[in-house]
């Protein structure tokens, strides 16, 4: 998933939409890989049900960007191909324009904001070659549409959205199409991860005509939830505030194509939260072998988070959505998976700047069960008194009460810091 460009045609009719889809499979034939839908025995085992993922991360450019790419760019005219394509993109977007620009020898130029990981900027550039320009520009994507969006203007270049197109919302919609040629028999769930909302319009339009009686659901990162906002102010809305962790996924404004395509879809829309997405990412990697983007582990973290109510031996599909992770980034994803388990905790914790302090700290409050994974203090000779900010890691989440009751009969001046506050921020 990626974040949008400016809004783009209106949304595709009932009557259309079939025909525009074929054509997208007819594209994308020999292009886009048919990627693997494999059962998954973890989840599977977690909620009861029969789960599979399709593998989307397995797609080329590592997720399923390419079909909606590929598709708007290969039914340009001639005049537009030679006049090139632009995109603004998060990164998966941005690799799946690359491909298919220098697929279709078409001219292209990517704008990324400069939170944009490494990995993905590399990727963009390995797939498009010498006909893709990368462009780094401002420090986020809305910095970056709006660079995209003026190229656009000035140079006559096409600008491709990373969903609010038709074309764009028909090419994702092949990832159900695959789905229900890949099964004997329909899904009684399907699970689709949400950024702007092209897959969902997409694959969810498609498997509501196609399989009514299965279950819709859409899955967004609580801290970017704009398609529930959009459907609660019946119409896209900005978001006052966003989470970008989830970078895939962390779309400020919900597509005016893929609104009313979501909308009368029916699919239920979940939020969850980015820690247990870490934590999911986490399983996928230790237990399946799986490497996902924090967007990749969207939808199947509302399984593993016990946030889906599924009757026994249901088959469910989760589309499990890109594989561009950067390697540095897995100490935050560690980070926020222990703090989300309630396994970590930080507190400050006011020494006297004597000889057996940091002892007595030790045997009195520490369990023994509990670690100190972080411990930053600096003596000061002219003060009595000195401040430490110390992570401690449990031994399990249910020996924070017994922590707390020992911090409150310490005779240290100790201060829990909780997730929300000022200086929490600075340390998660």
């Given at each position: 998933m990626d974040d949008d460009g400016p809004v783009s045609a209106a949304a595709p009719t009932s009557d259309t939409f079939t025909a525009e889809v074929r054509d997208a499979v007819r594209r994308l034939d020999g292009v886009a890989e048919r990627t693997l839908l494999q059962r998954n025995a973890r989840l599977s085992g977690l909620t009861g049900a029969d789960v599979w993922l399709k593998r989307e991360d397995l797609q080329v450019g590592r997720s399923y960007k390419i079909r909606g790419a590929y598709t708007m760019i290969s039914a340009l005219p001639a005049a537009e191909r030679a006049a090139g394509v632009v995109c603004a993109s998060a990164g998966n977007h941005g690799q799946g324009v690359a491909y298919a620009c220098r697929a279709l020898q078409v001219r292209g130029r990517v704008f990324v904001p400069g939170t944009t990981p490494r990995q993905k900027r590399e990727r963009i550039a390995a797939l498009g070659g010498d006909m893709v320009e990368l462009v780094i520009s401002g420090d986020s994507y809305d910095d970056a549409a709006t660079a995209a969006a003026e190229f656009a203007a000035v140079s006559g270049a096409t600008l491709v959205p990373a969903f609010d197109s038709p074309a764009t919302v028909a090419g994702q919609a092949t990832v159900a199409v695959e789905i229900l040629e890949q099964l004997p028999e329909p899904p009684d769930v399907v699970l689709l991860p949400v950024g702007g909302g092209g897959l969902l319009a997409g694959a969810?339009?498609?498997?509501?005509?196609?399989?009514?009686?299965?279950?819709?659901?859409?899955?967004?990162?609580?801290?970017?939830?704009?398609?529930?906002?959009?459907?609660?102010?019946?119409?896209?809305?900005?978001?006052?505030?966003?989470?970008?962790?989830?970078?895939?996924?962390?779309?400020?404004?919900?597509?005016?194509?893929?609104?009313?395509?979501?909308?009368?879809?029916?699919?239920?829309?979940?939020?969850?939260?980015?820690?247990?997405?870490?934590t999911e990412m986490l399983d996928l990697y230790q237990a399946d072998g799986i490497i996902a983007e924090p967007?990749?582990?969207?939808?199947?973290?509302?399984?593993?988070?016990?946030?889906?109510?599924?009757?026994?031996?249901?088959?469910?599909?989760?589309?499990?959505?890109?594989?561009?992770?950067?390697?540095?980034?897995?100490a935050e994803v560690i980070e926020r998976s222990l703090v989300h388990r309630g396994l970590k905790h930080y507190f400050l914790v006011e020494f006297p700047q004597e000889p057996g302090a940091l002892r007595?700290?030790?045997?009195?409050?520490?369990?023994?069960?509990?670690?100190?994974?972080?411990?930053?203090?600096?003596?000061q000779d002219n003060r009595e008194t000195g401040a430490a900010l110390t992570g401690i890691e449990l031994g399990r989440a249910e020996g924070l009460a017994e922590l707390l009751t020992r911090v409150q009969a310490s005779p240290l001046r100790i201060e829990h810091l909780t997730p929300g506050s000022t200086a929490y921020r600075f340390l998660v």
């Open positions: 969810g339009s498609w498997l509501r005509a196609s399989s009514p009686a299965t279950r819709l659901i859409g899955v967004e990162p609580a801290g970017a939830a704009n398609m529930a906002a959009a459907l609660a102010a019946g119409g896209p809305v900005d978001l006052p505030e966003m989470d970008t962790f989830v970078d895939g996924a962390a779309v400020r404004r919900a597509g005016a194509v893929t609104y009313p395509l979501v909308r009368d879809s029916g699919a239920e829309l979940l939020a969850v939260p980015e820690g247990q997405i870490c967007a990749g582990a969207l939808a199947s973290a509302a399984l593993s988070g016990g946030l889906v109510a599924l009757e026994p031996g249901q088959t469910v599909v989760c589309v499990l959505s890109g594989g561009n992770n950067d390697v540095s980034r897995y007595r700290f030790l045997d009195e409050v520490l369990g023994p069960d509990d670690d100190i994974v972080r411990f930053e203090y600096v003596k």
